[in-house]
């Protein structure tokens, strides 16, 4: 969903598990996406970017703690025999209240910031989300069903690779099939989703002196999927289900040598953590 602060939100989390260095400059990163959208300057400018920061701390010092306690649990499930898919769902459930805290902690930060803005600087930003969707539609538009098909499959065979190493014949099968049960047929749906949350957006943006403003924005941020048909929602709980059978498939045909190869990619992603743990801790 992109909505205000989606670059702090892709940001902390995408480089908090990957790279150091990159983490260490998340706050950097993160103005420097903002201003993609809305122009700051002045006073605005340097509280938006104290804020950044108190973000990247709080996520450090609060999150990343559970990150590696969440990477803990799913190393100890995978040497299990008899993991099952309703291991994996719950597994799932943890990694998105992951992202729900941070939906959370940055709401509040919505709620003082979006009333500062100057109406030309709401203009903007608008303009900026819209060219956003506007690029995705035309993307769409541009590249066939089949091509786009494509580059799933091979996005998702390559995922797999990165952690297990070379997939085997019967491997790559499963993502064969993986692929013709997904409902990739809703590309349509899920631009009009993000466009019935801009246009929800830029209504809030107008006036923030109206009495539901501030139940308005955290619904916006913290309840963004309450704006999705019944009928996209049910879709994607269904491309869920999906991709919580392949995992469970590839999971159960592991050879030793991919096991270890996960094994050792978790581990290191472990020692990551435990480094900027120990480097926010005071």
Same mark, same amino acid.
């Given at each position: 969903?992109?909505?205000?602060?989606?670059?702090? &939100?892709?940001?902390? &989390?995408?480089?908090?598990?990957?790279?150091?260095?990159?983490?260490?400059?998340? #706050?950097?990163? %993160?103005?420097?996406?903002?201003?993609?959208? %809305?122009?700051?300057?002045?006073?605005?400018?340097?509280?938006?970017?104290?804020?950044?920061?108190?973000?990247?701390?709080?996520?450090?010092?609060?999150?990343?703690?559970?990150?590696?306690?969440?990477?803990?649990?799913?190393?100890?499930?995978?040497?299990?025999? #008899?993991?099952?898919?309703?291991?994996?769902?719950?597994?799932?459930?943890?990694?998105?209240?992951?992202?729900?805290?941070?939906?959370?902690?940055?709401?509040?930060?919505?709620?003082?910031?979006?009333?500062?803005?100057?109406? $030309?600087?709401?203009?903007?930003?608008?303009?900026?989300?819209?060219?956003?969707?506007?690029?995705?539609?035309?993307?769409?538009?541009?590249?066939?069903?089949?091509?786009?098909? !494509?580059?799933?499959?091979?996005?998702?065979?390559?995922?797999?690779?990165?952690?297990?190493?070379?997939?085997?014949?019967?491997?790559?099968?499963?993502?064969?099939?993986?692929?013709?049960?997904? #409902?990739?047929?809703?590309?349509?749906?899920?631009?009009?989703?993000?466009?019935?949350?801009?246009?929800?957006?830029?209504?809030?943006?107008?006036?923030?002196?109206?009495?539901?403003?501030?139940?308005?924005?955290?619904? &916006?941020?913290?309840?963004?999927?309450?704006?999705? $048909?019944?009928?996209?929602?049910?879709?994607?709980?269904?491309?869920?289900?999906?991709?919580?059978?392949?995992?469970?498939?590839?999971?159960?045909?592991?050879?030793? !040598?991919? !096991?270890?190869?996960?094994?050792?990619?978790?581990?290191?992603?472990?020692? #990551?953590?435990?480094?900027?743990?120990?480097?926010?801790?005071?």
């Amino acid at each position: 969903m992109k909505q205000l602060f989606a670059s702090v &939100l892709i940001l902390l &989390l995408v480089t908090g598990c990957s790279n150091r260095l990159t983490y260490r400059f998340a #706050d950097t990163l %993160v103005e420097w996406k903002l201003n993609k959208y %809305v122009d700051l300057s002045g006073q605005l400018e340097r509280d938006v970017s104290a804020s950044t920061d108190e973000l990247h701390r709080w996520h450090a010092q609060t999150q990343l703690p559970a990150y590696r306690d969440l990477l803990l649990k799913i190393r100890a499930d995978l040497t299990r025999k #008899d993991l099952t898919q309703q291991d994996l769902l719950l597994t799932s459930y943890s990694v998105y209240a992951l992202w729900e805290n941070i939906q959370l902690q940055i709401e509040p930060y919505a709620q003082v910031y979006l009333p500062r803005l100057s109406a $030309s600087q709401r203009t903007q930003l608008i303009q900026a989300m819209q060219e956003d969707i506007d690029e995705d539609l035309e993307e769409i538009q541009e590249e066939s069903y089949e091509k786009s098909r !494509k580059k799933r499959y091979e996005r998702m065979e390559e995922a797999f690779e990165d952690l297990l190493g070379e997939l085997t014949p019967a491997q790559h099968k499963h993502v064969e099939q993986w692929l013709e049960q997904r #409902d990739d047929d809703m590309r349509m749906a899920w631009i009009d989703y993000q466009q019935s949350w801009l246009d929800a957006f830029a209504a809030v943006l107008t006036d923030p002196a109206v009495p539901d403003y501030q139940q308005r924005v955290y619904s &916006l941020i913290v309840e963004p999927e309450k704006l999705r $048909s019944a009928e996209l929602q049910s879709r994607l709980d269904a491309n869920r289900a999906a991709s919580l059978k392949l995992i469970h498939k590839i999971y159960q045909s592991m050879t030793d !040598k991919q !096991k270890r190869h996960l094994l050792d990619e978790i581990d290191s992603f472990l020692a #990551d953590l435990n480094n900027l743990i120990e480097t926010y801790s005071t």
